[in-house]
């Protein structure tokens, strides 16, 4: 049974801060047009693991070839203090310079580690809902000024729960996730050379460097506003945002896909979920003057690369920083209503064809011209008397199975990211039992997601411990 009103308690028994165990020449290091796209706003990602065995006598603690926590946090530690070398940004802070533009000053401050004790089992976590069970609890809060901050937290059963919450103005889920992979590597006691990684990542500002001033599209004041233009924000009670996380069966993404066989599932996902919050908002008496904004979230490193030097294509593939755009679309709700899914499909399938090398390079532009104005994407911005709105972000690519720090893999793991505002977010992931199903989290208003419930109750059914235990 679980825990359903989050009634366990976490106390933090340490607290410390890691820095790379090498000493850097003090720097600073600008973020691009692309990083200054972001609000400050931070993003939360945590890894579950059952009760750790040990995969090499490298490591051994007892005769039953338990792991201690204690011995688990110091292997994080060590290993972090390791990855930090590379990852030398993530040890730093971010400071405002002159112009009120931040900027990360890399002086190996260090990341903020904390350790934690909670008395509750991993079976007993309600992972349906993250607001009772993982805010404020597992996730740590990044202090001010800091980049990074990572929370241990060891469970009643043996298990622990390995988080971090990271400022998405320095990096984006594609330059985490490496990080993440790297980290595990160096921990992990089986690998043979720790620091082995897909690629080192690379902080080269100048793959995004502007080009000459001049014709901006249309196309970039559509998606992208200055915060000088936004009106003041109307944030109440009644507009709050929910997190759930469900799971998705291989066989319903399959249907949705048969709507539409020559686009994406998570076009076809995108489109039967713009479908059911269209739906939501047909009950209201002014439903048919009620437009409904969706957004995809698109990295731009394969286009930003493609036609350059091979050289300049591996950089951006292993581009440490944001590389990403939020195109979206609007329709009435009755239209989105009345036609069928393969016709929604289209419409995602359109506006996601705006997001080509040139669109990034425009966008890289338009912040130029903006400058030292911060620019933001207008549909994080929506207000909900503009109608509802989300946006959709793939984590198909989350390295879940990546993520073992040497006693074993994640039993689940997800992003955590209620990012404030009026406008919804929502993640389809990998399902980790690796089935063809997805774990989807979705942050959306609570009239949304109650309704959701209801009419596609055989989509979404809520994460469960017996799911993962299959």
Known sequence: MCSENGDFSVSVTNEEVVAAVLPMQEHWL?????????????????????????????????????????????SLKKALAQTLISYYVFAGEVILNSMGE???????????????????????LNFYNPDQSIEGKFVPKKKKGGIIAIQATSLKCGGIIVACTFDHRIADAYSTNMFLVSWAAMAHPTTAIPAATSCHPCFRRSLLNPRR?????????????SISDLPPASVTYANALLSRIYYITEEQLCHMQSHAVTRTKLECFSAFLWKMVACVASRNT???????????????????GNGNKESEVVMMECYFGNVLSIPFGGKLVEE???EPLGYVVEAVHE??????????????DWVEAQRPIPGVSR?????????????????????EKKVDFGWGKAVFASYHFPWGGETGYVMPMPSPLGNGDWVVYMHLAKRHLDIIEIEAAHVFKPLTWDYLNQ
């Not at 931040?102 to 079976?123: H, M």
């Not at 506006?351 to 890289?364: D, P, R, V």
């Not at 549909?379 to 390295?399: H, K, L, M, T």
């Open 102 to 124: 931040p900027e990360v000053l890399c002086n190996n401050r260090g990341v903020d580690f904390l350790e934690a004790q909670a008395d509750v089992e991993l079976k007993n």
């Open 379 to 399: 549909i994080y911005c929506n207000r909900a008397d503009e109608g509802p709105a989300f946006v959709v972000s793939s984590g198909q690519r989350f390295p």
């Open 351 to 364: 506006f996601l064809s705006i997001a080509t090398k040139e669109h990034f390079l425009g966008l890289i």
């Open 286 to 304: 002014d439903s048919k003057k009620i437009t409904i904004k969706m957004g995809i979230v698109v990295d731009g490193r394969k286009r930003l």
């Open 30 to 74: 600008p973020l691009s047009n692309l990083d200054l796209l972001l609000p400050p706003l931070d993003v939360g990602v945590f890894f579950c693991y059952k009760n750790p065995i040990i995969t090499s006598t490298t490591m051994e603690d007892s005769a039953t070839n338990k792991i201690s926590f204690g011995t688990m946090v110091e």
């Open 213 to 225: 001033l001049g014709f901006i599209r249309p196309s970039q004041h559509h998606m992208y506003t």
């Open 336 to 338: 989105l209503v009345k």
